[in-house]
């Protein structure tokens, strides 16, 4: 099993009893998405009409049940790109500079 878990990709952060989380997990949510909806609803979409996965409600390494949830793949999807977003440099204003002496200094 050498070369295995090179590099670092999300599917080898992953523990090994990943696929157990998973069913235990879409059995607690009975396999429907936990997203809200801006109405303050809950997302409808479960399977087996919307294939969902389960995803980090806080991104990073902690497969804890408490921080994992199912999500349909539009939700799922959705965040994951507005994580990307976040992360693309921010729209910074330039805000062009007048030269010489204040206008208050009294020579
Ligand atoms: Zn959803």
Redesign the pocket.
């Known amino acids: 099993m050498s070369g295995k878990w090179k590099g670092s990709d999300r599917r080898s952060r992953l523990p090994a009893d990943w696929p157990a989380i998973v069913q235990r997990i879409k059995r607690r949510d009975q396999a429907r ?1 936990v ?1 809200r909806l801006p109405s303050g609803g809950r ?1 409808p ?1 479960r399977e087996p009409q ?1 294939p969902v996965q389960i995803d980090h409600l806080i991104p990073g390494d902690d497969h804890r049940d408490v921080n994992l949830g199912c ?2 793949e ?2 799922h999807g959705a965040k994951s790109s507005k994580e990307g977003t976040d992360a693309r440099w921010g729209k910074k204003k330039i805000t062009p500079r007048t030269e010489g002496p204040h206008p208050g200094r009294v020579g």
Request: glycine share 0%; aromatic share 12%; proline share 0%.
């Open positions: 998405c997203a997302c979409r919307f999500k349909c539009a939700h």
